[in-house]
T-cell receptor, first 112, second 112 residues
Framework: QKEVEQDPGPLSVPEGAIVSLNCTYSNSAFQYFMWYRQYSRKGPELLMYTYSSGNKEDGRFTAQVDKSSKYISLFIRDSQPSDSATYLC????????????FGTGTSLTVIP | DVKVTQSSRYLVKRTGEKVFLECVQDMDHENMFWYRQDPGLGLRLIYFSYDVKMKEKGDIPEGYSVSREKKERFSLILESASTNQTSMYLCASQRNTYPEAFFGQGTRLTVV
């Protein structure tokens, strides 16, 4: 079993829709949770990170962590065609060392 | 803004060639990483460096070596390129005690 599971999609939504992207994980030691956006043939770009449980909001993006269910989500409000990309979740047990655990990414297309 | 710059966006090399991928970061980060990204496999860590001249093997170091002579520069070397090393290579940097990593734009390497 992989430590981080992410549905690869593809996910296709109309412009303006609310998008929900999710990851599940198996290791309760994870404390830091990150979301990256990756456009085609580009490197991942950090969108936001959260520590432990709770919500964090940045503009149209909200990250949510439910440690009791081992489940994290990224919500995109008022989705735009420019949001079309692959979204990767990443997790860490601590903020030192080399261990990042990445999901394989969910491909999102927002249709104008 | 953190800037991680990879020397090439696209490279085509012949089997058996020695290949150098260069990465430079401008934020004085202690830690630097080399990943490869393949469809369905996600990001896999090749090597990690936590200081000048210091390195650790990642999950898939076979066929690769690295060099970090200066803090801002981390090089990945393919000693004798093979077709199964055709991939997207991603460099990342991270500051100690901060959880998030920042990625370069990626190098798409094709070995023919």
């Amino acid at each position: 079993q992989k430590e981080v599971e992410q549905d690869p999609g593809p996910l296709s939504v109309p412009e303006g829709a609310i998008v929900s992207l999710n990851c599940t994980y198996s290791n309760s030691a994870f404390q830091y949770f990150m979301w990256y956006r990756q456009y085609s043939r580009k490197g991942p770009e950090l969108l936001m990170y959260t520590y432990s449980s709770g919500n964090k909001e940045d503009g149209r993006f909200t990250a949510q962590v439910d440690k009791s269910s081992k489940y994290i989500s990224l919500f995109i409000r008022d989705s735009q065609p420019s949001d079309s990309a692959t979204y990767l979740c990443a997790m860490r047990k601590s903020n030192t060392g080399n261990q990042f655990y990445f999901g394989t990414g969910t491909s999102l297309t927002v249709i104008p | 803004d953190v800037k991680v710059t990879q020397s090439s966006r696209y490279l085509v090399k012949r089997t058996g060639e020695k290949v150098f991928l260069e990465c430079v970061q401008d934020m004085d980060h202690e830690n630097m990483f080399w990943y490869r990204q393949d469809p369905g496999l996600g990001l896999r860590l090749i090597y990690f460096s936590y200081d000048v001249k210091m390195k650790e093997k990642g999950d898939i170091p076979e066929g690769y070596s690295v060099s970090r002579e200066k803090k801002e520069r981390f090089s990945l070397i393919l000693e004798s390129a093979s077709t199964n090393q055709t991939s997207m290579y991603l460099c990342a940097s991270q500051r100690n005690t901060y959880p998030e990593a920042f990625f370069g734009q990626g190098t798409r390497l094709t070995v023919v």
